[in-house]
């Protein structure tokens, strides 16, 4: 039996043929448009704090208020990749003109405050979670509950109330926890991952990168890329952003542990 490449050789009058049509075989670039495995192009990184810092302190003031005595550090994770890749990513510019354009929405964030309970007449959407605020004191109270996973790591998912599943379409966001001595089992994934360090120090294998990191840094997660972490000199958590949510969706999701 001829191999493909010998087929491809023989047809290529037939080849010639279809592109005149606009039509291309299959057989003939299989190989460049299903490789081996996932290729992500972004190699894992990690951005220190104490570097970081600094230029925070010289940088673009723009449109949030705080009102407390103490300053606060916004960390923003964002879903640009995915809505650039799929070109659907525009601007629609507020007309300052317009009273209605200075008024803060709250929503309807006083209605979900407390766990496990829903407002009757509380509107419910399928797509965002109507929670503005996951409280740091409740997160660390499940983070002490929460039973070990496969890995080794313990982790909890803010949820939209309504649904039980992602907070959002396209983002999906975990807390979690690494023991002290207990390293976690490599995993990989087929959906990217940037952790935020909210408390202690550890290290992190990503692949053929060992970071070295502690509270406030901020690294990252290429899909399938193996992956393993350990804290170090106490447990330390973790806040992780997501597309999982997106990759859900599209019934795409696969995790594979070493």
Same mark, same amino acid.
């Given at each position: 039996m001829a191999d493909i490449a010998t087929v491809a050789t023989e047809a290529s009058p037939?080849?010639?043929?279809?592109?005149?049509?606009?039509?291309h075989p299959l057989w003939d670039r299989y190989q460049r448009i299903t490789p081996i495995k996932p290729q992500p192009q972004d190699a894992p990184f990690l951005w220190r704090w104490r570097e970081v810092e600094p230029l925070l302190q010289r940088s673009v003031w723009h449109g949030h208020i705080n009102e407390s005595d103490h300053r606060i550090i !916004?960390?923003? =994770?964002?879903?640009?990749?995915?809505i650039r890749a799929v070109d659907a990513h525009f601007f629609e510019p507020g007309d300052p003109r317009n009273n209605a354009f200075w008024?803060?929405?709250?929503g309807e964030e006083a209605l979900w405050t407390e766990a496990g309970l829903r407002a009757e007449g509380a509107t419910a959407s399928a797509a965002n979670s109507p929670?503005?605020?996951?409280?740091?004191?409740?997160?660390?109270?499940?983070?002490?509950? %929460?039973?070990? /996973?496969?890995?080794?790591?313990?982790?909890?998912?803010?949820?939209?109330?309504?649904? /039980?599943?992602?907070?959002?379409?396209?983002?999906d966001?975990?807390? %979690?926890r690494l023991s002290r001595g207990?390293?976690?089992?490599?995993?990989?994934?087929?959906?990217?991952?940037?952790?935020?360090?909210?408390?202690?120090?550890?290290?992190?294998?990503?692949?053929?990168?060992?970071?070295? !990191?502690?509270?406030?840094?901020?690294?990252t997660i290429p899909h399938w890329t193996f992956a393993r972490h350990e804290a170090r000199g /106490?447990? =330390?958590?973790?806040?992780?952003?997501?597309?999982?949510?997106?990759?859900?969706?599209?019934?795409?999701?696969?995790?594979?542990? %070493?």
């Open positions: 037939f080849v010639a043929e279809l592109e005149s049509k606009n039509l !916004w960390f923003d =994770a964002a879903n640009m990749p995915l008024q803060v929405d709250q929670k503005y605020r996951y409280p740091g004191a409740a997160t660390r109270r499940l983070l002490d509950a %929460a039973p070990a /996973g496969a890995d080794g790591m313990r982790v909890i998912r803010y949820v939209n109330p309504t649904t /039980g599943g992602a907070v959002m379409p396209t983002l966001c975990y807390a %979690a207990t390293p976690t089992r490599a995993k990989r994934t087929t959906y990217n991952v940037v952790c935020l360090v909210v408390a202690g120090e550890g290290r992190s294998h990503i692949g053929e990168e060992t970071f070295e !990191w502690s509270q406030h840094d901020v690294f /106490g447990d =330390a958590d973790l806040f992780m952003v997501t597309d999982k949510s997106a990759f859900e969706r599209l019934d795409l999701v696969r995790e594979e542990m %070493a």
